[in-house]
């Protein structure tokens, strides 16, 4: 078999699982599939190039996701001019002042000759600009946050179309990877990982507890949309009658249809990122990155300076995690900070770029469709396995109780089971590097 000829095989396999889904439960489950599938394979292909390409071990994933999040509720919302009066100038003028400080204590740092003069200059500037910091932002953060607490209490966004939101995201994400990797990728691989998973709870941290950056744990809701609301399409007599005559049910098409277009959109995006990473791999630069990744000592004999080239492509991965974030806020329609969790955003889209191949773009895009799918669609049937492998035992009976229950734990299982299979019987990948 070619190798053309199994990716197909693999793509099809996908496709005949969501067609299924749709036939035997709903076809609304089965484009929510395609939609957070699409969304999950853009996450892979940026780990790929941050892992596949370079072998850069970045378990911080949640965080730069999250921060594309952030970038849509920034972007999108509409500013809130109570809020900003009472304290919004104070809250921007604390940022800068505390940026100034670090920048302050940098150029001392430089300036002043080594010894005991450059320790205490930076501790003087350090201290000093804490405390000033500390003045001007927490007088600001307590006035913004007490306009209107239950519904506001945040200073809103910039109130532009949401779809800006997603190349902003990747910005923030791309601006956090570069800080991360200017202090981490000199160092050996297991600190570059400890310095990810420590800044990805970091950042989660802040949107938790930071109610007047993005609402905290109280989440942001209504976001804006790049599609038409379901009730607004129910309430349009042209829809209405056109679904009608097709012998669709129109709240049901209505759902179908929006979803269609979250799932165009997404394949957009996702098309455009596959096409640059795989001119990237094959490029010249690309080929570099693999050597670099192969043997580091051989690279940098040869003059290739190492360090630089994977801020690089940590920069770049991170960046399109960033972007995909953003496209899952928009989704949701909300922010809610509580739910990024490292085993749903770091160790789900690790097994897909392993699953799927690491190394390879096309392998990480079905490592994304099919790691999703299971992700899903295990638990029901594991409970439809159980209640059949039971039916025949007696109400209350101990062993038919504890099966059932054990259905919850179908997800954790499978995705153990799929990886080790994969790591004994294809150690590459289902779609191996080339």
Not at 196 to 212: H, S, Y
Not at 321 to 341: S, V
Request: charged letters at 10%.
């Amino acid at each position: 078999m070619t190798d053309t000829t199994r990716n197909l095989v693999y793509f099809g396999f996908i496709a005949a699982l969501i067609i299924g889904t749709g036939l035997m439960t709903s076809w609304n489950l089965a484009i929510t599939i395609v939609n957070f599938g699409l969304i999950s394979a853009i996450m892979a292909l940026g780990v790929n190039l941050q892992w596949g390409f370079a072998g850069l071990f970045n378990v911080g994933i949640m965080g730069f996701v999250a921060l594309g999040g952030l970038a849509t509720v920034l972007i999108s919302m509409p500013p809130v001019g109570e809020a900003w009066a009472a304290g919004g100038v104070r809250v921007i003028l604390a940022l800068i002042l505390g940026a100034a400080t670090i920048v302050g204590a940098i150029l001392a740092y430089n300036a002043l000759p080594k010894g005991r003069m450059r320790a205490i200059g930076m501790i003087v500037i350090l201290v000093a600009g804490f405390f000033i910091y500390r003045a001007v932002f927490d007088g600001g953060v307590q006035a913004v946050e007490a306009v209107n607490p239950a519904n506001a209490g945040y200073l809103g966004g910039l109130g532009l179309p949401v779809l800006l939101a997603w190349p902003v995201g990747g910005l923030l994400a791309a601006g956090a990877a570069w800080i991360i990797g200017k202090t981490a990728l000199g160092l050996r691989s297991d600190y570059l990982a400890i310095a990810t998973l420590g800044i990805a709870e970091i950042i989660i941290a802040v949107l938790k507890n930071e109610d007047w950056l993005a609402r905290g744990v109280k989440n942001v809701v209504g976001l804006p949309r790049p599609a038409p609301y379901e009730i607004n399409l129910q309430n349009s007599e042209t829809f209405v009658e056109r679904v009608t005559n097709l012998g669709f049910d129109p709240v049901t098409a209505s759902t179908l249809w929006v979803k269609a277009i979250y799932a165009g959109l997404f394949t957009v995006v996702l098309l455009i990122l596959f096409i640059l990473a795989q001119r990237a791999l094959h490029s010249p630069w690309g080929r570099m990155m693999r050597a670099i990744r192969d043997n580091e000592v051989a690279a940098e004999a040869m003059g290739k300076d190492v360090t630089a080239r994977h801020l690089q492509i940590f920069v770049l991965g991170s960046a399109i995690c960033g972007i995909a974030g953003a496209m899952m806020t928009t989704l949701d329609g909300q922010l809610t900070p509580g739910t990024y969790q490292p085993l749903r955003f770091t160790f789900l889209i690790w097994v897909m770029v392993i699953v799927g191949g690491s190394g390879n773009n096309l392998g990480a895009v079905l490592g994304g469709f099919l790691i999703w799918w299971l992700w899903v669609m295990v638990e029901p049937i594991g409970l439809w396995l159980m209640q059949v492998v039971t039916s025949g035992m007696a109400e209350g009976f101990w062993l038919r109780e504890h099966l059932l229950d054990s259905a919850a734990h179908m997800r954790l299982l499978t995705m153990g089971v799929v990886l080790l299979l994969v790591l004994r019987f294809s150690p590459r990948g289902l779609i191996p590097e080339r």
